[in-house]
């Protein structure tokens, strides 16, 4: 019996449209293998990074002064592009917020014309030719209507990060401004844990230490997530993200 070539077209782009896919399989069972050793610096390109432009610095003799410090001392706090800040993230925030509404409405409305210029009117109606019965003069109309609703909503958030990353002066503004961007990578276990930073500071607001908390970071963009196994166990498949979104009920 020949194999069915719908199934196995389906399995080849199954097993090729993940890069990693038969490499994992080959491993089933083994532990990972790790990384022969070599030339790290053939690795990867060279990083390139913001610089600031070359300033000629003119030496005095017997002077221990240098023209254009701001101290006697020389002042370890990032200034130029190139300078590397720590930020230090503590988010400790909680959020409970609980409302609910309820509205109704009643109406009731009743018309009715008993006589008419003297006449009664249900003697009236009872002689127009078709009429059999008459019909009850105070109660010619009759109208009610009613509706309600109910509403309840609570939300309930806590969020705790600590965490502290080097960040890079990547440019400097023209009131003199530092934008910062630093990111930080650590694999461990086949999972990639990735922190991302981004903001504007002050130069007065970094510390002596060179340090500045996020909380003083305008326009802060912070984000810590990961890839890996655990990641993939954690997030839903394509498919039911897809049905998701697709589906309207």
Known sequence: MTPRPLPVLALALALGGCAGTLDRLSHVGAPPPQSAIDNPAGKRPPVQMPMPTPIAVERQANSLWQPGARAFFKDQRASTVGDIVTITINIADTASMENSSARSRANTENAGLPSFLGYDVGRIAKRLPGT???PAAGNLMD????SSSTGTGSIERKETIALRIAAVVTQILPNGNLVL????????????RILQV??????QDIRSTNEIPHDRLAEA???YGGRGQITDVQRPRWGQEIFDVIFPF
Do not use: T, W
Request: charged content about 15%; hydrophobic content about 35%.
């Open 221 to 223: 963009r912070i984000q």
């Open 132 to 134: 059999n019965a008459a």
């Open 143 to 146: 109208m009610s209507s009613g």
């Open 181 to 192: 961007q630093g990111s930080q990578e650590v694999l461990v276990n086949s999972e990639n």
């Open 198 to 203: 981004a903001g504007v500071v002050r130069p």
